[in-house]
């Protein structure tokens, strides 16, 4: 049977019907050595094509990226003059002599040498399929010592066996500033992980780009996206030769065969991070699978868990997977054993050490995650009519039991009264003139406890997708509790971007809980301007919004103009949001039209939804009641 309301999900990434993924046939954990040189073959040639599914394909932009050869990872021929980025150039100016630039550059490969004799120097080459000719090779062994990592991570037994970084003299100019960038500006906010006791991104991860150069590339490309939007005059060439190069040496690595290790993964996971700062879905879920791939290859639900950087992989994984699963009305790829491994291993490190806030706070963010998981289960085998009416009646009784559960369950620690934000900058306006108020009683948390506020957040959104995927349509009753839900997702969300102190990225990770109470709050002018105004918030932060999801919410609110900009007379989109706008529209219709073979496991991503508009008062209504899309 299916839910009253099929695929509410849906309407908010663009995915009309449950996306089908061709998961491991057999739900359960692969061993870390799998029998066979044949399976391994295997493993590693399906990575690949996958990972192919997410290349750099679109001329037009290629010859923008290649339009100024000289200010791309270096000019290292010509004696020619480099300032990257303009007007202020980065800490350590690119190197402008040819005679020393192998040695130099860290990013340098035997690649390199082809692009100098064709004269090709500094451009952004299209990545090549599989039986095209290789443009990238192994790269040279290091000359450098390896970069200790810190001491967080000396419980990691990692396998470093490719892509160690070229030359004697450290990073080039520009890598090295955006590796500084990196630390000094991104969270693990802007990644969506609630939290990062481990400092992960902040210390184990920048250590770890030293030994392989597609991380390096793709970590280097992620933070040169941010500075990138914060630049007057920056231009999407100034970032996405990063990217490129991170896939082409991927592939690279990939063709030669060699043992997956942390490194293929990570590279992966950032790479996919970068295509859904774009919107970029439908590669995003390319990367997603072969994560997957690697995942299962390299770990068991009990391995992982035993250093920093398993048990980050697991929190960066499962929230793709979940993310995708929920938003699309599928099941999640990765099977339940693993939520419940971290689970587990939380809840006993937080009972062996009551007094560590961090076990408590990664515990509770990891139940959340399995209660989101076994939703999108019951969701997409009740699109699928793989269960009864019954069977999903009683699950999702069951969900709506644990949900509550897990908010009444709380630590009072997580909620220390000590830690509320009490006082906000009102910048000249009255609480009557805001539409939603930013100091509703006991939201609020400053560090370390402003991860309750994020679980908060997150938990109202969730109840949201919940309630709309009843059996039966939801009484007058039943929708006046999910927009109160809403409200509070858009209370907190107006409290974080208000209070001056908010964490840096921390808008990014509730996007999805504004995506979702978007569908909920009522649709009066005030509150739907409100919406749009945080929709062009996130974008100036980098998230950008699919086309399709632009559309839904142009026909919710009756006004076409959101499908260009969110807010009137362009206001705040600047030439730079225009240009990755367009790439990222780009690569989502080239890769609808020509990755057949990939999107053959994927039915309708992107196809047509429709909303019913049955109300006098002319609000777009799902099945008699819920304002939003009706899925055709």
């Not at 939380?346 to 990664?362: C, D, G, H, Q, V």
């Not at 999702?396 to 908010?407: F, G, I, P, Q």
């Not at 367009?582 to 039209?593: C, H, I, P």
Request: glycine share 6%; net charge negative; charged share 20%.
């Amino acid at each position: 049977m299916s839910p009253a309301y099929p695929n509410l999900g849906g309407y908010f990434n663009g995915y009309a019907e449950p996306i089908m993924f061709s998961a491991p046939k057999a739900q359960r954990s692969r061993r870390k050595s799998a029998p066979g040189l044949d399976h391994i073959k295997h493993r590693r040639t399906s990575v690949m094509k996958l990972i192919q599914s997410a290349r750099v394909r679109q001329p037009a932009i290629l010859a923008a990226v290649n339009q100024r050869a000289d200010l791309t990872l270096g000019c290292r021929k010509g004696n020619r003059e480099c300032v990257y980025p303009e007007p202020t150039p980065p800490k350590g100016s690119v190197k402008d002599s040819s005679a020393h630039s192998q040695q130099e550059s860290p990013t340098s490969s035997r690649g390199d040498d082809d692009d100098d004799e064709n004269g090709q120097d500094g451009f952004l080459t299209p990545i090549m399929d599989e039986d095209e000719e290789e443009t990238e090779s192994a790269a040279m062994q290091s000359s450098i010592p390896t970069i200790p990592l810190p001491s967080s991570a000396s419980a990691t037994s990692l396998s470093f066996n490719h892509g160690p970084i070229d030359s004697g003299k450290g990073p080039d100019g520009d890598v090295h500033f955006y590796l500084n960038y990196y630390r000094d500006n991104i969270t693990h906010y802007h990644y969506s992980v609630v939290n990062d006791s481990d400092k992960f991104f902040q210390e184990i991860l920048t250590g770890l780009v030293f030994q392989d150069e597609g991380l390096l590339y793709a970590v280097v490309g992620f933070a040169a996206y941010h500075h990138t939007l914060q630049n007057p005059i920056g231009e999407i060439k100034d970032f996405l030769h990063f990217y490129n190069r991170s896939v082409t040496l991927l592939l690279g690595f990939l063709k030669r065969k060699e043992r997956h290790t942390d490194l293929t993964l990570l590279t992966i996971l950032q790479l996919a991070t970068i295509e859904e700062y774009l919107g970029d879905w439908v590669n995003l879920m390319g990367h997603q699978k072969a994560a997957l791939e690697v995942l299962t290859e390299l770990y068991t639900p009990q391995t992982i868990m035993q250093n920093p950087v398993g048990r980050m992989i697991l929190t960066w994984y499962t929230r793709f997977d979940v993310f995708t699963g929920i938003m699309g009305s599928s099941e999640t790829m990765l099977p339940q054993e693993w939520f419940t491994a971290y689970v587990d291993y939380y809840e006993t490190r937080a009972a062996e050490n009551p007094t560590e806030l961090s076990y408590k706070i990664e515990g509770c963010s990891g139940r959340l995650r399995m209660i989101s998981m076994e939703m999108s289960l019951l969701f997409g085998r009740g699109a699928r009519q793989k269960v009864t009416e019954e069977e999903y009646t009683a699950e999702h009784c069951r969900l709506y039991n644990a949900l509550h559960e897990w908010k009444s369950s709380w630590d009072p620690a997580l909620e220390n009264p000590e830690f509320l934000v009490t006082d906000l900058p009102m910048d000249g306006t009255t609480g009557t003139d805001r539409v939603f108020q930013p100091l509703t009683p006991g939201l609020l948390f400053r560090p370390p406890f402003f991860a309750s506020t994020i679980l908060t957040c997150e938990w109202n959104s969730i109840a949201l997708m919940h309630g709309s995927q009843g059996a039966t349509e939801p009484s007058s009753e039943t929708m006046e509790k999910l927009r109160k839900h809403a409200y509070v997702v858009c209370e907190i969300i107006e409290a974080v971007e208000t209070w001056p102190l908010s964490p840096a990225g921390s808008l990014i990770i509730m996007q999805p809980c504004l995506g979702i109470a978007a569908l909920f709050i009522h649709q009066e002018e005030a509150y739907r301007f409100w919406i749009r105004k945080k929709f062009a918030l996130l974008e100036r932060m980098g998230y950008i919004s699919p086309r399709t999801m632009r559309l839904r919410m142009a026909e919710l609110f009756r006004d076409g103009s959101c499908l260009r900009w969110w807010l009137p007379n362009d206001e705040g989109f600047t030439p730079m949001l225009q240009s990755i706008r367009a790439f990222a529209d780009e690569r989502n219709a080239t890769a609808v039209s020509t990755q057949s073979e990939n999107l053959r496991q994927i039915r309708s991503v992107f196809s047509r939804m429709d909303i019913r508009r049955t109300t006098s008062h002319g609000q777009g209504q799902l099945s008699g009641g819920v304002n939003t899309m009706l899925l055709e």
